[in-house]
């Protein structure tokens, strides 16, 4: 079973995640702050880490920063109310390999985490639609960027814009006619470059918050 | 600068610079507020010792490195009426050890300038008497004062005539203080007696208002600050009132239809969050929506009403405004979601819309048990029918592609004016 450390702070929403994970994985630790998630990570040394993007003490994306160095095979899984973009794509590109809503269902969550722990992506219909938006647009020219990690190629559009349209994984490589690890593929190739893209909307979210 | 910085280990608690009353970096506010005057006293005292050989200036400098930096905020405020009762004494205190260090710096140093120190210490000590506090009437007065600016500075001075003499007497010494002045570097002379009167009274007049109106300034613009954070505090207050108590009250009373409170607590989500968040997309109720995104979300918030226990996600990627075949677009995603709703037998929709060059392109799915176009009902083949002729009538395109068991997917297309660059 997939070893699972909870962080959120409100306590109310630990113990809804906590029942509905129940005997589909194991919850080996909580946390409701950035440093007693640092200790709590590293002692247990979990599988999968469901990270609230909002936290007390720097935010999901200061634990990520702070667990990575290290314990780098520990899997973060953002989860989170917060819509705003800026957030999102801070934590993600802080190292989550994925982002959910809270409102997201028990079995989309459980099947969600065991799609982490095994090395994929996790990109809900939000988080496709906030990728569109920031790859939107051609490059400037003569912008100093790399078009390898700056741009998304058609077809990482498409499978995107189809998870933005609801289509699960399976649903897209029928549609595609592809394989679901193909699938897997463009979007893990997507999750790269959104983490090291310097497209300058990323680092204008960025600078925005001060995160550089 | 030294914000961080640890206060040094021998210092007396509670002596630190007040940066909040200070007019350069709070040496003087700060220790005058330690040892209980009122600034203005520590204030005259130092530029007295400065003009000595610039022995005020070296201390000023010295206090200002050792002393921390604190907020007035920081520490309670000195209880007032002791205070008060002790702010003269300790005056004629701080006086005292500056004429003795006058007389110390006169002794030491070869070239004193007593042409300037003099002149000036009776100067201060004028400013000094017309301008302190007097007791509480006269605080009372000050804060009326503050209270109706813009005003005459001067009304608040009807006092009665204890404060008639001290303002009298204060402003003899200072027209005596500055005339000295002149008078020792040979300025009488060449000016004739009107001359310089007028120029001591005019200098004496700048010297006594110019801290006054200075500390109004001061007072106005903190009320302002506070005015606009209490404005923003209430703005807050009445939006949680309005909304999010509005609707935890009604949870509570649909406490046994879960269906009911889920739909409430969902519609209230979407509209904190677009309150928090985005700027773009209004709450729901203020007013038609004027963008795509808008006009979306406002579509979900209304179908989530309406139909309860639905759930209806939309994505939106970038924006543009509400033209009218971007309306229709809508209203046909409105058709779509509420057929969709009716008929799937699901309780999630999702819409995803997208703008690119030019153009909307909407995504009506549900993953429900989905039909055979070729063999549909009357209502169903309506509703399709109708949502590709309103689009047909705007330009637009109208797909709808679904299988049993499938789902079905509506697409829909339309040019739109692009939005105006942010």
Known sequence: MTRVFLVDDHRLFLSGVRAELAGRAEIVGEATDVESAVEGIRRTGPDVVLLDVHLPGGGGRAVIETVRPTHPDVVFLALSVSDAAEDVIAVIRAGARGYVTKTIGADDLADAVERVRDGDAVFSPRLAGFVLDAFAGDLPAGAALDPELDQITPREREVLRLLARGYTYKEIARRLEVSIKTIETHVSSVLRKLQLSSRHELTRWATDRRLI | ?422
């Not at chain 2, 709703?341 to 048990?369: I, L, M, P």
Request: aromatic share 4%.
């Open chain 2, 1 to 422: 600068m030294s914000a961080t910085r640890r206060p040094l280990a021998g210092l007396p608690a509670g002596l630190a610079r007040d940066r909040d009353d200070g007019l350069v970096a709070g040496v003087c506010a700060g220790v005058a507020r330690w040892i209980g005057v009122d600034p203005l006293v520590v204030r005259v005292a130092t530029v007295i010792l400065a003009l000595a050989n610039g022995v005020g200036v070296v201390a000023y400098v010295v206090a200002w490195v050792l002393l921390p930096a604190e907020l007035a905020g920081d520490t309670a405020e000195p209880e007032a009426e002791g205070t008060r009762e002790r702010a003269g004494e300790l005056a004629l205190g701080v006086g005292c050890i500056t004429f003795g260090m006058l007389l110390l710096v006169r002794w030491s140093a070869p070239f004193f300038p007593d042409t300037l120190v003099w002149p000036a210490a009776i100067a201060g000590l004028g400013i000094g008497l017309a301008l302190a506090r007097a007791g509480d009437g006269e605080q009372t007065r000050w804060r009326a004062l503050t209270g109706r600016l813009p005003g005459n500075p001067v009304s608040a001075l009807r006092a009665g005539w204890v404060a008639w003499l001290r303002i009298l007497a204060g402003a003899a010494l200072l027209v005596v203080g500055l005339g000295t002045f002149l008078a020792s570097n040979g300025a009488l002379a060449s000016l004739g007696v009107i001359g310089v009167s007028v120029l001591a009274t005019v200098l004496g007049g700048a010297l006594l208002l110019g801290p006054w109106i200075a500390r109004l300034g001061t007072q106005l613009g903190r009320e302002r600050r506070e005015r606009i954070r209490s404005e923003e505090r209430a703005d807050m207050a009445a939006h949680l009132h309005d909304s999010v108590l509005q609707t935890l009250a009604l949870i509570q009373r649909h406490a046994d239809s879960p269906q009911e409170a889920r739909s409430l607590a969902r519609r209230q989500e979407r509209e904190l969050r677009a309150w928090l968040y985005d700027d773009r997309r209004p709450p729901g109720g203020d007013g038609a929506p004027t963008t795509l995104t808008a006009a979306l979300d406002r579509l979900a918030d209304e179908v989530e009403a309406d139909h309860r226990g639905m759930q209806v996600e939309v994505v939106v990627v970038g924006d543009c405004p509400l033209d009218p075949g971007v309306e229709a677009l809508v209203k046909a995603s409105r058709e779509a979601v509420v057929n969709a709703v009716k008929h799937s037998g699901r309780s999630e929709v999702s819409v995803y819309a997208e703008v690119t060059g030019g153009r909307v392109e909407a995504f009506v799915r549900d993953r429900g048990q989905g039909f055979d176009p070729a063999t549909v009902d009357g209502d169903r083949h309506g509703i399709s029918r109708s949502i590709v002729s309103r689009m047909a009538r705007h330009g637009g395109r109208a797909a709808v592609h679904s299988a049993p068991g499938e789902g079905t997917e509506v697409s829909l297309t339309v040019s739109c004016t692009p939005e105006a660059p942010s």
